[in-house]
């Protein structure tokens, strides 16, 4: 049976690992939010909201491509959040229309 130290060693690692990690899926997600946004009509009814989404997924791929994993999955992220939002603006525009 494994020790309570090597269990929490184990346990460090495998965080430390998923800290120093590309963020492959904060990535992704962050991609489709923004396109779910503009399928949404956020181009045309939350393009504040929309543009602030697209900025955010561009510096995550910039600290991306930097190797600075941290500043790329925060950013990512907040873009995706920023197009969660963009998305809700135009759907709730839409249905005042």
Known sequence: MPSPLRLL?????????GCVSAPVQEMSDARQA???AEQA??????PASLA??????????LALQ???YRAARRDAD???QA??????????????E
Request: hydrophobic share 50%; glycine share 6%; charged share 25%.
């Open 52 to 61: 602030r989404a697209r900025r955010l997924l561009e510096q995550a791929e």
């Open 9 to 17: 060693i184990a346990t460090l690692l495998l965080v430390l690992a």
């Open 34 to 36: 923004i396109e779910a």
């Open 83 to 96: 197009a969660i939002e963009a998305r809700l603006d135009a759907l709730g525009r839409q249905a005042t």
């Open 78 to 80: 907040q873009a995706r």
């Open 41 to 46: 009509g956020a181009m045309q009814r939350a």
């Open 66 to 68: 930097h190797g600075d």
